[in-house]
Nanobody
Framework: QVQLVESGGGLVQAGGSLRLSCAAS????????MGWFRQAPGKEREFVAAISWSRIGTYYADSVKGRFTISRDNAKNTLYLQMNSLKPEDTAVYIC???????????????????WGQGTLVTVSS
C-alpha cells in the first residue's frame, strides 16, 4: 500500500487560488484511483474530485466544478488539486485518498477507501 502526505494548505482570501499536493510513497501509485475529499468543522466528510490511474478520467462534485482541477503525475507519485475562485464555504481540511478497487466515477460513494492521508487545512477568508 502507498502512504499519502498532503501539503499546500493555508489561508487565502475569497477569490484567490491554492494548489494542494499529495505525495505518495511506494512504487504502485500509478495503479490507484486517486481522489480528494474535504471535511469542514462540524460537518461530514464530502467528496471533491477523483482521477483515474491513467489521468484521462476526472470527476468533480458539483460544488467545485469549473473552479477546481484534479491532476496527477505518476512519474513523481504526486496528486494535485488546483483550486481557483475560492469561497469561504471551501474552508475545510482537504484529504487525499487512494484505492485500487474503485472507478473514478464511483469514488464519491465509498466511505471505506484503501488509503487516506492526514489532511491539509484550507481557510478562505471573506
Amino acid at each position: 500500500q502507498v502512504q499519502l502526505v498532503e501539503s499546500g494548505g493555508g489561508l487565502v482570501q475569497a477569490g484567490g487560488s491554492l494548489r494542494l499536493s499529495c505525495a505518495a510513497s511506494g512504487r504502485t501509485f500509478s495503479s490507484y484511483t486517486m481522489g480528494w475529499f474535504r471535511q469542514a468543522p462540524g460537518k461530514e466528510r464530502e467528496f471533491v474530485a477523483a482521477i483515474s490511474w491513467s489521468r484521462i478520467g476526472t470527476y468533480y462534485a458539483d460544488s467545485v466544478k469549473g473552479r477546481f482541477t484534479i491532476s496527477r503525475d505518476n512519474a513523481k507519485n504526486t496528486l494535485y488539486l488546483q483550486m481557483n475562485s475560492l469561497k469561504p464555504e471551501d474552508t475545510a481540511v482537504y484529504i487525499c485518498a487512494a484505492d485500487r478497487r474503485v472507478d473514478y466515477k464511483n469514488m464519491k460513494s465509498y466511505k471505506s477507501l484503501e488509503v487516506w492521508g492526514q489532511g491539509t487545512l484550507v481557510t478562505v477568508s471573506s
